[in-house]
């Protein structure tokens, strides 16, 4: 059975930090590209950052760039992300996201809520 949870949200004021993990199991998850997507209400779901399978290659939103940090664990089947500088902009569901060709697998997020 593929699962994919995430945890880590909460509230934290404006300029905090916060970081969200996601654990998967039910796959080989050393093979899949990991991505984290947010989605605040009322607007498009955005992809926030990817990283490649060994971990060597990430990429960033240019809205989160040089705040958030994307890892992985591929012993502990784990990916992370960082978040750093936090802004009442980043308030979102954060979902984790494992990718490798057609095959998709989805979270069911953790809410991040940034405000003072």
């Known amino acids: 059975q593929v699962q994919l949870v995430e945890s880590g949200g909460g509230l934290v004021q404006p300029g905090g930090s916060l970081r969200v993990s996601c654990v998967a199991s039910?796959?080989?998850?050393?093979?899949?590209?990991m991505r984290w997507y947010r989605q605040a209400p009322g607007k498009e779901r955005e992809l926030v950052a990817n990283i490649t399978p060994t971990g060597g290659n990430k990429n960033y939103a240019d809205s989160v760039k040089g705040r958030f940090t994307i890892s992985r664990d591929n012993t502990k089947n784990t990916v992370y992300l960082q978040m750093n500088s936090l802004k009442p902009e980043d308030t979102a569901v954060y979902s984790c996201n494992a990718l490798w060709g057609w095959t998709r697998y989805w979270g069911q997020g953790t809410q991040v809520t940034v405000s003072s």
């Open positions: 039910g796959f080989t998850f050393s093979n899949y590209e």
